[in-house]
Each structure stands twice: as C-alpha cells, then as structure tokens.
C-alpha cells in the first residue's frame, strides 16, 4: 500500500513559503477596476440673499420643466433650497403641478403666469415699438447730420 507513495519532499520553511506566494502573485497581476472619474464638486450655495431670492422668484417661473435639478443648477443652489422654492411657489400658485412624488418634483407655468408672460410681452412690444419709432427718426437725422 505505502509503495506507490512517492517518496516525501522536503518541507519549505515559512520564508521560503511567503516568497513563493509573492513570487506568485507577481506572475499573475490582480485585474484593476478602471479608475472611475472623479466627479467635480459642485459648489452650489445652501443660503439665498435677498437679491438670489429675488431673482429666483423671477427666473423659476420662467423655466419650461421645473425639476429639483433644474433650478438647482440653474440657479446654482442646493437640491433641499429649489424644493422648497418650487413647493412655495406652487402654493403661490405661479407653477403648475404635473407630478409630486417619491421626492421628485415636477412642475410648469401655471396658466395664470403664462397670461402674466404674454402680458409682459406684449407690454415689451408696445414699449419696444414707441422706441423703435422715436429710434427710426432719430437715426434718419443721424444719416442726414452724417452726409453732409
């Protein structure tokens, strides 16, 4: 039975051991995950001064989507600070609910700042169309001064 046993090799001692198993390793090299971009911290301000939070009030309603993300980024504020300016602004009743749920926000004009936009507009119009009058007689006395 013990005959077909091969014969007993010499034992490694500890040292011998560790430096197989690190020569080894050194064949093999471990695979590396790829190295994963490091995204840019976003230094997006977590206070609104008076005038940020005038000019938000102003700019959100503008917006065509109105996402948490959006204005964060629009506005270069935190996530926690565009919640709850759109939620105070959809009880003003600027914006117009389409989904709310889970966290995610998602709103538009609400009809009666769509009628408040195309007034402005029109408003711009007529203003842009009294100066674009007195401009166009002016200029032609511009040319005319110019010429001579």
Same mark, same amino acid.
């Given at each position: 039975?013990?005959?077909n046993m091969p014969p007993k090799k010499e034992q490694k001692?500890?040292?011998?051991?560790?430096?197989?198993a690190l020569a080894g390793s050194r064949k093999s090299k471990k695979k590396k995950w790829a190295k994963?971009?490091?995204k840019e911290k976003k230094n997006n301000a977590a206070i609104l001064m008076p005038e940020d939070y005038s000019n938000a009030m102003k700019e959100i309603p503008r917006m065509k989507t109105i996402t948490v993300s959006a204005v964060s980024e629009k506005l270069r504020i935190t996530g926690?600070?565009?919640?709850?300016?759109?939620? @105070?602004?959809? *009880?003003? #009743?600027?914006? &117009?609910?389409i989904?709310?749920?889970?966290g995610f926000l998602l709103y538009t004009k609400s009809a009666k700042?769509?009628?408040?936009?195309?007034?402005?507009?029109?408003?711009?119009?007529?203003?842009?169309?009294?100066?674009? @009058?007195?401009? *166009?007689? #002016?200029?032609? &006395?511009g040319k005319g001064k110019g010429k001579k």
């Open positions: 039975n013990s005959s001692t500890k040292e011998q051991k560790l430096a197989a994963g971009r490091v926690s600070l565009s919640h709850r300016l759109i939620r @105070k602004l959809a *009880k003003d #009743g600027t914006l &117009k609910k989904y709310d749920s889970g700042q769509i009628a408040k936009e195309k007034e402005a507009a029109a408003k711009a119009e007529a203003a842009a169309a009294k100066k674009g @009058k007195k401009g *166009k007689k #002016g200029a032609t &006395k």
